[in-house]
């Protein structure tokens, strides 16, 4: 790494004078030098190269980085800095920018390649005090003073420039859109995000103010508030509502910060725009969703007390009418309050599949044959001036799911299409099996990827306003006249489709039409046959035991009295405990016992397992005003045969009783029957 640079003789020959030793007080102090940069095999040069001078007492040092230099000026000062220019990653002009920052007065110098071995010596002699520096290494070690200089300039030009070609690059490649406005707001530059994001070329923007991204969805008042903040000198930060070339929506998350020049004073405007708009949207969709949730438990509550009432005016109707004679003219009256709550009992059916606490007969269906049966009776419900259009697809798979949910479905999506063709039109029908992708999922968050049934409904009526959209699942929600609608038809939808692990979306324009689409998971079994009986209008009688544990007096005393009436021996419950205790002090069989699913202390799911021991014989029947899964899978309850929804009538309440009773004694029989035949 060094060696020693060529002179003339009579510069060799003053050298050689010069470098003989002198005591002097200043030379028995031990100098100490510190090389500043370079490499350790750079240190072990330079020590060994000056450890035979002849000059003295010397402490060479190391310091490779800028932190190293201050820790070791901490420690105490040095008479001279080597400042290597063999390091590749420029540490040597780094350290010395903290040098001159934080010392001052240290002679130093700079290392060429090769080094001036002469140079160093005569520094060294000098700061010694042994002598003066003769005028031939005085200029020289000007010479590589004034090199160091212009080198170290230079070499902050250069890398002033590369750090402005970085902060273009930065700019001109960052995702978010960047503006540079001079003080009245003119754009002076944009980047290639603000040219993407907004339609408008660098050509187009430039000279323009920000007033060509305005948009009339955003009040003025915020635009005035955005430039009192920054001509005051602050950082506004907002969402702006913008427009794109094309008139598309924006919503951007803004950033306009005042830029100063050296006096202080404002010159100009920076301003980031950061596209929200998809985060926006999902933010939308999601609360949407919670937020129909929240209505969805509060409509179900509602609907489950209100089933008790409902079941008590009913049934006291029910008693009232079978007391009547059949000329009496209270008999009118009576019957005018049975439909009345009957009514008000479609009204709760209503609203308990929005909450998504409709009981539910799943069945795996073929979708095409459940419509098709429907569209049979579609034409009384949409009148003869709409044309219904029934397209079917091909090798449609199944969906596990309740047919009276599904007719429900498709009754209320032909209902509100009826209603938006006043005039007549078009409804068309489709299905088809799909695969959501992640693409869609990405549009769409709160949908799982997946297969699905697609059920489309389509009319091309009136259309849906862009500020009803978002309410138009809402129970209650109408935009009819008043009296021409309840508004819960399409809450009836979203909560039949939601409680069946589905999704509904609706696509609208004002004259365009309206499509929903209705995506069902798809489930890979066999379709079962379905089975649809018309119940009779009897009220069987029977004379067996029954145990009836309902926490509504009201309800209970009701069903009590025409249990009665129909010739059973009836013992009353007014919950779970209350019904283990009347069942222990009974001494008879009891071959049945109805009971409330939720009550206080004790429910009726648990209170069967706790009986079943006692009374293996006794058979159970469930009723409630809703039964929520998570409840059915505990009890482990058979919504097929053991389970009766509230509001129902007594007569309802008489054959499902019977059919209880009977069916397991048909079950019993057939039991024996095998074991007859075994025996054989």
């Not at 009276?404 to 099996?433: C, F, K, S």
């Given at each position: 790494?060094?060696?020693?640079?060529?002179?003339?003789?009579?510069?060799?020959?003053?050298?050689?004078?010069?470098?003989?030793?002198?005591?002097?007080?200043?030379?028995?102090?031990?100098?100490?030098?510190?090389?500043?940069?370079?490499?350790?095999?750079?240190?072990?040069?330079?020590?060994?190269?000056?450890?035979?001078?002849?000059?003295?007492?010397?402490?060479?040092?190391?310091?490779?980085?800028?932190?190293?230099?201050?820790?070791?000026?901490?420690?105490?000062?040095?008479?001279?800095?080597?400042?290597?220019?063999?390091?590749?990653?420029?540490?040597?002009?780094?350290?010395?920018?903290?040098?001159?920052?934080?010392?001052?007065?240290?002679?130093?110098?700079?290392?060429?390649?090769?080094?001036?071995?002469?140079?160093?010596?005569?520094?060294?002699?000098?700061?010694?005090?042994?002598?003066?520096?003769?005028?031939?290494?005085?200029?020289?070690?000007?010479?590589?003073?004034?090199?160091?200089?212009?080198?170290?300039?230079?070499?902050?030009?250069?890398?002033?420039?590369?750090?402005?070609?970085?902060?273009?690059?930065?700019?001109?490649?960052?995702?978010?859109?960047?503006?540079?406005?001079?003080?009245?707001?003119?754009?002076?530059?944009?980047?290639?995000?603000?040219?993407?994001?907004?339609?408008?070329?660098?050509?187009?923007?430039?000279?323009?103010?920000?007033?060509?991204?305005?948009?009339?969805?955003?009040?003025?008042?915020?635009?005035?508030?955005?430039?009192?903040?920054?001509?005051?000198?602050?950082?506004?930060?907002?969402?702006?509502?913008?427009?794109?070339?094309?008139?598309?929506?924006?919503?951007?998350?803004?950033?306009?910060?005042?830029?100063?020049?050296?006096?202080?004073?404002?010159?100009?405007?920076?301003?980031?725009?950061?596209?929200?708009?998809?985060?926006?949207?999902?933010?939308?969709?999601?609360?949407?969703?919670?937020?129909?949730?929240?209505?969805?438990?509060?409509?179900?509550?509602?609907?489950?007390?209100?089933?008790?009432?409902?079941?008590?005016?009913?049934?006291?109707?029910?008693?009232?009418?079978?007391?009547?004679?059949?000329?009496?003219?209270?008999?009118?009256?009576?019957?005018?309050?049975?439909?009345?709550?009957?009514?008000?009992?479609?009204?709760?059916?209503?609203?308990?599949?929005?909450?998504?606490?409709?009981?539910q007969l799943l069945q795996v269906l073929d979708l095409n044959t459940v419509i098709g049966e429907i569209t049979t009776m579609l034409p009384r419900?949409?009148?003869?001036?709409?044309?219904?259009?029934?397209?079917?697809?091909?090798?449609?798979?199944?969906?596990?799911?309740?047919?009276?949910?599904?007719?429900?479905?498709?009754?209320?999506?032909?209902?509100?299409?009826?209603?938006?063709?006043?005039?007549?039109?078009?409804?068309?029908?489709?299905?088809?099996?799909?695969?959501?992708?992640?693409?869609?999922?990405?549009?769409?968050?709160?949908?799982?990827?997946?297969?699905?049934?697609?059920?489309?409904?389509?009319?091309?009526?009136?259309?849906?306003?862009?500020?009803?959209?978002?309410?138009?699942?809402?129970?209650?929600?109408?935009?009819?006249?008043?009296?021409?609608?309840?508004?819960?038809?399409?809450?009836?939808?979203?909560?039949?489709v939601k409680q069946n692990r589905g999704f509904v979306w609706v696509y609208s324009e004002p004259g365009f039409g309206t499509t929903f689409k209705?995506?069902?998971?798809?489930?890979?079994?066999?379709?079962?046959?379905?089975?649809?009986?018309?119940?009779?209008?009897?009220?069987?009688?029977?004379?067996?035991?029954?145990?009836?544990?309902?926490?509504?007096?009201?309800?209970?005393?009701?069903?009590?009295?025409?249990?009665?009436?129909?010739?059973?021996?009836?013992?009353?419950?007014?919950?779970?405990?209350?019904?283990?205790?009347?069942?222990?002090?009974?001494?008879?069989?009891?071959?049945?016992?109805?009971?409330?699913?939720?009550?206080?202390?004790?429910?009726?799911?648990?209170?069967?397992?706790?009986?079943?021991?006692?009374?293996?014989?006794?058979?159970?029947?469930?009723?409630?005003?809703?039964?929520?899964?998570?409840?059915?899978?505990?009890?482990?309850?058979?919504?097929?045969?053991?389970?009766?929804?509230?509001?129902?009538?007594?007569?309802?309440?008489?054959?499902?009783?019977?059919?209880?009773?009977?069916?397991?004694?048909?079950?019993?029989?057939?039991?024996?029957?095998?074991?007859?035949?075994?025996?054989?």
């Amino acid at each position: 790494m060094f060696h020693g640079s060529a002179s003339d003789e009579a510069t060799m020959g003053a050298y050689q004078r010069m470098r003989q030793p002198r005591t002097s007080e200043a030379g028995k102090r031990q100098l100490r030098l510190l090389l500043v940069g370079g490499s350790e095999e750079d240190f072990a040069s330079l020590r060994e190269a000056l450890a035979g001078t002849g000059n003295g007492p010397l402490r060479l040092e190391h310091a490779a980085s800028a932190e190293e230099v201050l820790n070791q000026f901490g420690k105490g000062s040095y008479d001279l800095l080597l400042c290597s220019n063999q390091s590749t990653d420029n540490v040597a002009f780094q350290v010395l920018r903290q040098v001159r920052q934080h010392v001052s007065g240290v002679p130093l110098i700079f290392l060429g390649d090769p080094v001036n071995k002469d140079v160093i010596e005569v520094a060294i002699q000098t700061i010694a005090g042994h002598h003066a520096v003769p005028s031939q290494f005085r200029d020289a070690y000007a010479a590589h003073a004034i090199a160091f200089d212009a080198h170290s300039a230079e070499r902050q030009h250069l890398e002033s420039e590369e750090i402005l070609r970085k902060l273009w690059r930065s700019v001109e490649q960052m995702a978010d859109a960047l503006t540079i406005m001079d003080g009245s707001g003119v754009m002076e530059y944009v980047n290639p995000a603000f040219e993407a994001l907004t339609g408008y070329s660098r050509q187009e923007a430039i000279g323009q103010t920000l007033g060509i991204l305005k948009s009339e969805q955003q009040t003025g008042d915020l635009y005035e508030e955005m430039w009192s903040t920054v001509r005051s000198g602050k950082v506004f930060r907002g969402i702006v509502m913008n427009r794109k070339k094309n008139g598309e929506t924006l919503i951007i998350e803004k950033v306009l910060t005042p830029l100063r020049d050296g006096g202080g004073e404002i010159t100009h405007f920076i301003s980031t725009f950061r596209d929200i708009t998809e985060r926006r949207r999902l933010e939308s969709e999601l609360q949407q969703s919670q937020k129909m949730d929240a209505i969805g438990r509060l409509a179900g509550g509602v609907a489950h007390d209100f089933n008790n009432l409902l079941l008590v005016i009913s049934a006291y109707a029910e008693l009232m009418l079978d007391s009547l004679a059949a000329e009496d003219p209270l008999r009118r009256n009576v019957s005018e309050i049975m439909t009345a709550s009957r009514r008000a009992a479609d009204l709760t059916r209503q609203l308990l599949a929005f909450g998504r606490k409709q009981m539910q007969l799943l069945q795996v269906l073929d979708l095409n044959t459940v419509i098709g049966e429907i569209t049979t009776m579609l034409p009384r419900l949409i009148g003869e001036d709409i044309e219904l259009v029934f397209t079917p697809s091909q090798n449609l798979g199944k969906v596990k799911a309740d047919p009276i949910q599904i007719e429900q479905v498709v009754m209320n999506l032909a209902a509100n299409a009826r209603d938006a063709m006043p005039g007549g039109g078009t409804l068309t029908i489709e299905t088809a099996t799909v695969r959501v992708d992640e693409s869609y999922v990405q549009r769409h968050s709160i949908v799982p990827a997946g297969d699905y049934i697609l059920l489309t409904v389509t009319d091309s009526g009136q259309g849906i306003a862009a500020e009803h959209l978002a309410h138009i699942f809402e129970p209650f929600y109408t935009t009819k006249e008043a009296g021409k609608g309840t508004g819960l038809g399409l809450a009836t939808v979203y909560g039949i489709v939601k409680q069946n692990r589905g999704f509904v979306w609706v696509y609208s324009e004002p004259g365009f039409g309206t499509t929903f689409k209705v995506y069902l998971p798809q489930v890979q079994s066999l379709s079962s046959e379905i089975v649809i009986t018309k119940p009779a209008e009897s009220s069987p009688r029977g004379c067996e035991t029954l145990l009836l544990v309902e926490d509504e007096t009201s309800v209970r005393q009701a069903a009590r009295q025409f249990l009665t009436r129909s010739g059973y021996n009836v013992l009353e419950a007014t919950d779970g405990e209350d019904a283990l205790r009347a069942a222990r002090q009974y001494g008879g069989p009891i071959q049945l016992m109805i009971t409330d699913v939720v009550m206080p202390r004790l429910g009726g799911p648990r209170l069967a397992e706790r009986l079943a021991d006692e009374r293996p014989d006794m058979k159970v029947l469930f009723v409630s005003g809703y039964a929520e899964n998570t409840i059915l899978q505990h009890g482990k309850i058979d919504v097929r045969t053991r389970f009766l929804q509230k509001p129902f009538s007594l007569k309802t309440l008489a054959r499902k009783v019977r059919e209880v009773l009977e069916a397991n004694e048909a079950s019993a029989l057939t039991a024996s029957s095998r074991g007859s035949r075994n025996s054989d």
